[in-house]
């Protein structure tokens, strides 16, 4: 690898950059979910029963080691927390 190329370069040529990146997002989402829990005070079982879900999925959705999350879990947390999702595809 040539010097000058960016971290993105080698994590592609090791064939993991999708894998880190998604892991990198999941981890970024699931500090704000628990950051914005702490600021309403909420715990575990009440946002996990203002998602209308089970505690299951909620530790699902903050386990940073998961990436395997949908959007529709995400949307879920976002809107009992009173929050919005914002997705964008970067060039």
């Known amino acids: 690898m040539p010097i000058g190329s960016d971290f993105d370069d080698f994590l592609k ?3 993991i950059y999708e894998g880190c990146t998604a892991r990198a997002l999941k981890r970024v989402v699931a500090w704000q979910i628990v950051e914005a829990m702490k600021a ?3 715990t575990k ?9 089970s505690r299951a999925v909620l530790d699902r959705l903050l386990d940073e080691k998961n990436p395997s999350v ?3 879990t995400i949307t879920r947390a976002a809107s009992a927390l009173g929050r919005r999702i914002r997705l964008e595809l970067a060039a």
């Not at 079982?45 to 879900?53: W, Y």
């Open 45 to 53: 079982a009440e946002l996990a029963r203002r998602m209308k879900t």
């Open 40 to 42: 309403q005070g909420l």
């Open 70 to 72: 949908t959007l529709s």
């Open 13 to 15: 040529a090791q064939r």
